[in-house]
């Protein structure tokens, strides 16, 4: 009797734990069908394997690049004043001065020591001096500079050096990974990872009226000292030059700008072969198309970017562009705001031919244009020619400089040489706001006016003190 209760126990027991098992099976099963319902493609399970894909492996572009990308330092003087000097000496004070140090990187792109970096890492500075990733220094001499894209082209004395190879910044595709390359806070050889976020980028960031600003955002650590290295695909190819970061603390918050490859190479030619950078204009006011726009204007396509006005006497204005016509492509390259058509125009030289694809109305035509450089015309601008008869090497203010002495625009004259405004009596620290009644914005305001001038010239500024000037001689 017991050993029959016993098994009819122990028969329960097994039945009851076969319910449970086959209970909690089917209770799965409707949680895993609760979390696919609603989907209306069939869900693959796939197992995850640890590790990354080969196509994430960082190893091979960091050994291929980080001997390329030099740390950059530059020793320059600024004048400050002392208020308590200038109470008792008024005009006579002349303020002081006192050296400056600045850090930044470079990048290696031939075997005989050119090197291409920011213009706000060198610009204004007396000596620049190149560490290399081996530890060797060199002085450095700034070949030339260009303020529309802040590039600038230096030169060191060796042979044999490693240098990048470039890569075609076009192809590149929001998403893919990067990597920067620079001396983060004067912390030499250092690799940052990210992936591209965006293209064509406009932030406002470089003064000037000629500025072409295209870059390419990515989310690689770029801090201080970033300023002109390397941002690399996975082949170790330079598609752009590490030149910005937007930061409310002045530190890395995983959005920084490079300034494409397309962009780089061009500058860089036209400094070698020309001693400048040959500057190809349109000669239109364009503007963004927003929705609000299209509704003013009665455009049916938010795609492509607006003529607002087609200047007289310009490339576009020969070839038949009108304002109101939204241009659409250069090339059969689709441009969709007005920095990617300022690059794509800034790649030409003057004399170049380009097909403009422009919408006007309900018809598309394609206007073959002819491009000019900033003087009108479609020869080749020479280096230095109004540096050299003025004899003097000037720079764009910045905002701080403006708003301290109270003006809008100008640009101030750091060196003096032989030349015109020297043998008149202009001083260091001079600053050209206007000649011949035409504001100055920019060095390149300065370069156009000057270059069309025949006969006298009318020179109006003011010193770092508040004293106006004005020079008036004859070329």
């Not at 005009?91 to 140090?101: F, I, K, L, N």
Request: glycine share 10%.
């Amino acid at each position: 009797m017991k050993n029959k209760q016993l098994f009819v126990i122990i028969a329960a027991a097994f039945f009851g734990g076969l319910v449970a098992v086959f209970a909690y099976s089917a209770l799965l099963d409707n949680k895993e069908k609760e979390v696919i319902a609603g989907t209306q493609q069939p869900v693959n399970m796939v197992k995850l394997t640890a590790g990354l894909d080969s196509s994430t492996d960082f190893t091979y572009a960091a050994e291929k690049t980080i001997n390329t990308v030099v740390n950059v330092k530059t020793q320059s003087t600024v004048q400050y004043r002392n208020p308590i000097y200038e109470f008792f000496y008024g005009d006579r004070y002349q303020g002081e001065e006192e050296p400056v140090m600045g850090i930044g990187s470079g990048v290696i792109i031939t075997a005989d020591g050119y090197i291409v970096t920011n213009n706000h890492v060198i610009e204004n500075s007396d000596k620049v001096t190149v560490t290399l990733n081996d530890k060797r220094e060199f002085t450095a001499k700034v070949v030339g500079t260009d303020h529309s894209t802040d590039l600038a082209l230096l030169k060191v004395e060796a042979e044999g050096l490693p240098f990048i190879t470039f890569g075609n910044s076009d192809v590149l595709k929001v998403g893919e990974w990067v990597l920067a390359v620079g001396n983060p806070f004067n912390i030499t050889s250092t690799v940052t990872a990210g992936i591209v976020s965006a293209k064509g980028r406009s932030m406002d960031i470089i003064m000037d009226n000629y500025k072409i600003e295209s870059f390419i955002q990515t989310d690689a650590s770029v801090n201080r000292g970033n300023s002109g290295g390397a941002l690399v695909n996975l082949k170790g190819e330079m598609i752009g030059i590490n030149t910005a970061i937007v930061s409310p603390t002045g530190g890395n918050v995983g959005i920084s700008f490079a300034i494409p490859s397309s962009i780089v190479q061009k500058v860089v030619k036209d400094i070698i072969e020309f001693g400048t950078v040959q500057r190809a204009i349109m000669g239109v006011q364009i503007v963004d198309i927003t929705a609000e726009l299209a509704k003013e204007k009665g455009l049916d396509q938010l795609e492509g970017v607006y003529v607002a006005e087609v200047n007289d006497n310009s490339a576009a204005k020969e070839a038949g562009i009108e304002a109101g016509d939204v241009v659409t492509h250069i090339n059969d390259i689709p441009v969709k705001s007005p920095s990617e058509l300022q690059e794509m125009v800034g790649r030409y030289r003057p004399g170049d031919k380009i097909i403009v694809q422009v919408k006007r109305k309900d018809k598309t035509k394609q206007i073959e244009v002819t491009l000019r450089n900033l003087q009108g015309d479609t020869g080749v601008v020479k280096a230095g020619t109004f540096e050299t008869i003025l004899g003097a090497k000037v720079v764009n203010l910045d905002d701080q400089e403006k708003n301290k002495l109270g003006i809008k625009y100008g640009v101030k004259v750091t060196e003096l040489q032989d030349g015109k405004l020297k043998a008149e009596g202009v001083k260091p620290g001079f600053i050209i706001t206007q000649v011949n009644n035409k504001p100055i914005y920019s060095v390149a305001d300065l370069e156009k006016i000057f270059n069309s001038i025949k006969g006298g010239v009318y020179v109006e500024g003011i010193y770092q003190n508040g004293t106006a000037a004005y020079y008036a001689f004859g070329l």
